[in-house]
């Protein structure tokens, strides 16, 4: 029985046999391990054609291809990346579908051969590019390197996301802005769950171009109104796919309103597969969603703000451009937290960042990443020995302070 | 006897016993090895307070305090690199001498426990401040960062690297620029001589500030004009230093003028002390120095030109940004020359340089400067084989290739 779930999903639908082998395999893809008796938080495996993943996660950005900063060996041996993200928007502009293809996928492209989850460009192609246009068919848009026009469909983004090859791809959504009136949010979710249902069809139409199982992840938009996310919490949740992603937070709103959708949308998205929580967030962040049943996660903000001169540590943020860090020797995080944190010092890494050195963002990206991947692993760890809600609340006032 | 040597340099001459035990080691800061029997060249070994050099050597260039966008581990584990260069101006003018001096100089502040040459920030003062004054005192200057006035002197620069701690540091020059007036040069050259005086002056005045041996050289100017490069070259061998530099070359003029004036000026220079030429060069440079006698080389051309997408190969080198390699997936430099030309392809490079991505240039600056290291370290085999003539020539002509 459980072969010919395994078979599923790599196998067109030619005929009666093949059809029978198609069942899906959804209890295969997240299993999960153990579940907080004081929250919502629970750990488990994601299973991947490139390797398993424990949960709760956090996803590196690797926007074009590249963790911005980081070598390949580094991200998988130092900071332990168990998975990074890709964006279709990016990587459809450049190198380009057709420079994909020749290299075999994105991840023999890059060279990383653990897993990869690539966002579907809905987000980048509302955030990134001016003059866009929207219709039923799609979203028609300039590109941001060039001006050169383009579109994007439910369909074409499957297909592009199937030749670049990521473990799990997302459906093509409309992500609303914020502050955004009702009726916005409301036409907007309409348009996303139309949308949802070409992708769906043109999925299981069909197959991976490399021969490795794909998983497509359906997006619940809605804004801030607890009603359209309700709705479409439950519209999402009846596409049956593997597993479910909440876009549209973290984009401006209170962390309050975010922590309150999550809620509501978690009370609906089926619990026994994997929910990924879109472009979120600070440290405190995922510990919250986490006690709310999030299991992955992905964010800019580890390398972005690591670039800029912001540090994550246990003990709170440093803005390493201070000046009171100017004659400080002592390591970046004494924790240790990172393969950097301990080899520097904050008047170095200060250094190397006002003087405007790439070496000062690397090591920032390093510890930061580091710090995100440690984070998750030991929320983990307090969810499987039932301390998590404890550990939760004196991480997230600590995570809080700015030293 | 050698360990009366041994005292010399670090005792203040305050008496007679003092005086006694102030004797130079030149014999033991440059053991030479082996020579070639067809060529000046040869091996040896630098002794430093930070470890032993063997030279042939390559120092990549680490202005600021950082080998730009590259980690310390990987210049040491990876690149290999035995001995990096600072830059007094640099330094000077960022973190600052006191933040330096805080840190317990350069080599504990970047976290870089093998050698270090500083340069003396004569070449940084006449090529990137704008409106400098020089007078017979020094240097007027306006720093490049923030238009602050300050002054270099002989005196001064020597202060400044004590207080950097470099294994070896540098007399204050003028580096008169090519092309260039008889004249000009030759008062130029007149006042390098002078301030050599000074520095040696305060060099023997000074301790090491962090008890670590340090070594001045001196460095011949003259342009490309032989009797005042004579001149000068007769000037710097008679200052009795540890070793000796040669500078104002690779300033623009032809290749041959180079070689011509290596030649002229290694006639004179003592023979049994290391010989530095400053800011050189290209693969074939370097390779036709040694050839001439010379031992030590530093240059930005394999990381600056990494970083603008120009890769250095036993076979000649590739500017990845030609659109021929946009779909050759094949290794960076299939001879494995460092860690990342294995696993990384070309058309990902180029990727990654078109994109603007910091990941292309650290690839790039990683491999580059992985050849150089590995290019002296097979002269020097081929020294020590007693076949360097006839390497050198056939290499001479692969590097000259462009791919």
Redo the contacts between chains.
């Keep these: 029985m459980s072969i010919k779930l395994f078979h599923y999903n790599f196998i067109r639908p030619y005929g009666k046999i093949t059809f029978v082998l198609r069942k899906p395999r959804i209890t295969d893809m997240f299993l999960i391990e153990s579940r907080d008796k004081e929250s919502k938080a629970r750990t488990g495996i994601l299973k991947t054609a490139h390797g398993d993943i424990p949960t709760p996660i956090f996803m590196p950005v690797g926007t074009?291809?590249?963790v911005?900063?980081?070598?390949?060996?580094d991200l998988s041996d130092d900071i332990d990346a168990k998975i990074i993200l890709g964006n279709t928007y990016h990587l459809y502009l450049?190198?380009g579908t057709?420079?994909l293809k020749?290299?075999?996928g994105l991840h023999?492209?890059?060279?990383w051969d653990r897993p990869i989850l690539t966002d579907s460009g809905g987000y980048q192609v509302f955030s990134l590019t001016g003059n866009r246009k929207l219709t039923d068919e799609g979203a028609i848009f300039k590109s941001h390197i060039d001006g050169s026009r383009h579109v994007f469909t439910p369909e074409n983004t499957i297909d592009i996301q199937r030749v670049i090859g990521a473990d799990i791809i997302m459906a093509f959504d409309e992500c609303a802005p914020w502050p955004c009136e009702y009726n916005y949010v409301r036409k907007s979710v309409a348009l996303t769950h139309q949308w949802l249902d070409r992708a769906v069809k043109r999925f299981r139409e069909t197959d991976p171009v490399w021969g490795k199982e794909q998983f497509l992840f359906p997006i619940v938009q809605g804004g801030t109104f607890d009603d359209l996310r309700r709705e479409s919490a439950e519209k999402i949740a009846a596409a049956g796919l593997e597993g479910n992603a909440i876009g549209g937070l973290s984009v401006g709103e209170p962390a309050d309103e975010m922590y309150r959708i999550i809620e509501v949308v978690n009370a609906i998205l089926p619990d026994n597969k994997p929910r990924y929580l879109m472009g979120v967030g600070t440290p405190a962040n995922l510990l919250e969603a986490i006690d709310r049943g999030i299991d992955m996660f992905d964010c800019v903000m580890p390398t972005r703000n690591g670039r800029n001169g912001m540090l994550f540590t246990g003990e709170g943020t440093i803005n390493i451009r201070n000046r009171k860090w100017?004659?400080d020797?002592s390591p970046v995080d004494a924790a240790g937290t990172s393969?950097?944190s301990q080899?520097?010092?904050k008047?170095?890494l200060r250094?190397?960042v006002?003087?405007g050195?790439?070496?000062g963002?690397?090591?920032a990206s390093i510890h930061n990443l580091s710090f995100y991947l440690r984070l998750v692993k030991e929320a983990r760890i307090k969810i499987e020995e039932g301390n998590f809600r404890k550990w939760k609340d004196s991480m997230v006032k600590k995570l809080s302070e700015r030293l």
Excluded: C
């Excluded at 023999?108 to 060279?111: L, N, T, W």
């Design positions: 074009g291809g590249t911005k900063g980081i070598l390949q060996r450049r190198p057709e420079i020749a290299a075999g023999k492209f890059m060279s100017i004659d020797f393969i950097v080899v520097y010092s008047a170095y250094h190397l006002m003087s050195e790439n070496l963002a690397q090591i």
